[in-house]
């Protein structure tokens, strides 16, 4: 037939959106960048055999650190779209930490136009809560917002002050801006791995789980007290995700983890490698199971990668001296399937609902396969197994916590407002043009 040229029509894939109680072997056909049918039998001028792969919406992250402005050598927008989109990634939030901090509104316009030209994915900006993430003076939020601000955070370090976080929410909530918060209390985070067995075993100086729990208390309450819409991120603790669900319903609060803490723990610490340093970090089998079930049962809603590449030289130390952070993108689904659906720990509807759903509802209402929504697609081979090399990877820099491990499932293509952004599917079906 000869149709719309920017037409696709991908068949015989097993769809699965839990959002709209999509469930089935069929065919998707995508039209001016949006999905335009969901029924048996539909041909296209292009197509994709998608027989045998998953079709799922495409994964959300709003936590990711691209490095952009100042260390792209460690990370680029070109790059770290690369590696969110070979991860099955279709939009993604930007972290303020950079080098200037995104806390003025030339630095989010200037974010906002690479954006455009350099992402192959969906991307927004998050501006600084405060003026060079140094919690005394706080951004000016509405001005931000008009650069093209998506949100405010104080991830990387955390809000010290009670009272300028307190400030901080109020000024976000009138500014129309949601908030994510980085909890942490530096007075007792004066370690760097958790404290507790491993850490004592190793001889590395441990930080309490206070440290996270007791920041997480105070902007929780804080976020009841002031109405601001606030997200916790990277929750890595099982008091913290406790916290999290006793205030679902007093606050206007969401929260995510990361898939290193739903799947690694500080055991890995006995190593001294300084790969596996991580903030919050590696915890205890106890606080992964806990979260873990946190997740499970919605009171943390959502996966968030925490992406944060690193230059080889900061990593390939012992751990004391190691920068913290992991890789993310790439390896996100294909842990978390390994290790918690094929584990029998999660549902595969639960999975799609925490990586796609939960996150693009949160964003900016993606996350769904209904027709009408953008077409953000992630197509998935459950049965491929591969092993996580350096090589492997999109991301310019390779500290990933998984190198090295076999991982079942595996992204094969991804599709961004109907364009493939990502494509393995091509070179083993072949996309009939
Ligand atoms: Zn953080």
């Known amino acids: 037939m000869i149709g719309d040229p920017a037409e696709l029509v991908i068949r015989h894939a097993r769809v699965l959106d839990p959002s709209a109680g999509i469930h089935a072997v069929t065919d998707v056909r995508v039209s001016s960048g949006r999905i335009a049918q969901?029924?048996?039998?539909?041909?296209?001028?292009?197509?994709?055999?998608?027989?045998?792969?998953?079709?799922?919406?495409?994964?959300v992250d709003v936590h990711a650190h691209w490095r952009t402005p100042g260390r792209e050598d460690e990370e680029s927008i070109e790059s770290g779209s690369a590696s969110a989109a070979s991860g099955g990634f279709t939009t993604v939030v930007m972290m303020p930490n950079t080098d200037p901090v995104v806390d003025k509104p030339v630095v989010v316009s200037g974010l906002v136009r690479r954006i455009e030209r350099e992402s192959r994915v969906r991307a927004y900006v998050s501006a600084a809560l405060h003026m060079g993430l140094e919690g005394e003076r706080l951004t000016e939020m509405r001005l931000l917002r008009e650069a093209g601000a998506f949100c405010v955070s104080d991830d990387g370090l955390g809000t010290q002050s009670a009272g300028v976080l307190r400030n901080a929410m109020l000024y976000a909530r009138s500014s129309g801006l949601p908030v994510i918060l980085h909890c942490e209390d530096h007075t007792l985070a004066t370690g760097v791995v958790h404290e507790g067995a491993c850490a004592a075993l190793a001889g590395v100086p441990g930080t309490p789980a206070s440290a996270e729990d007791a920041a997480t208390a105070t902007a929780l309450v804080l976020a009841a007290e002031t109405g601001a819409r606030v997200h916790i991120t990277h929750v890595s603790t099982d008091l913290s995700a406790a916290l999290v669900g006793f205030f679902k319903g007093r606050a206007d609060l969401t929260a995510d983890t990361t898939p290193?803490?739903?799947?690694?723990?500080?055991?890995?610490?006995?190593?001294?490698?300084?790969?596996?340093?991580?903030?919050?970090?590696?915890?205890p089998e106890r606080d992964r199971s806990g979260v873990m079930g946190a997740l499970r049962d919605r009171i943390i809603d959502f996966v968030a990668t925490d992406h944060a590449p690193h230059a080889s030289e900061e990593k390939e130390l012992p751990l004391q001296e190691a920068a913290p952070g992991f890789l993310g993108h790439e390896t996100a689904f294909s842990a978390l399937y390994t290790e918690l659906v094929l584990g029998g720990e999660l549902p595969l509807p639960r999975l799609v609902e925490a990586m796609s759903c939960a996150p693009g509802r949160w964003v900016n209402g993606s996350g769904s396969l209904r027709?009408?929504?953008?077409?953000?697609?992630?197509?998935?081979?459950?049965s491929e197994s591969w092993t996580v090399a350096k090589e492997s990877l999109s991301s310019r820099s390779s500290n990933s916590?998984?190198?090295?491990?076999?991982?079942?499932?595996?992204?094969?293509?991804?599709?961004?407002?109907?364009?493939?952004?990502?494509?393995?599917?091509?070179?083993?079906?072949?996309?009939?043009?």
């Open 38 to 59: 969901i029924e048996d039998g539909l041909r296209g001028a292009r197509e994709i055999d998608a027989d045998g792969l998953h079709l799922f919406p495409g994964f």
């Open 260 to 283: 290193h803490h739903l799947t690694l723990t500080d055991d890995l610490i006995s190593t001294l490698d300084g790969m596996y340093r991580v903030n919050p970090p590696l915890r």
């Open 371 to 382: 027709v009408g929504a953008p077409a953000d697609l992630a197509l998935v081979d459950l």
């Open 401 to 433: 916590p998984y190198l090295g491990r076999r991982l079942t499932g595996r992204v094969a293509a991804t599709i961004v407002g109907g364009e493939l952004v990502h494509d393995r599917v091509g070179a083993r079906f072949g996309v009939r043009a």
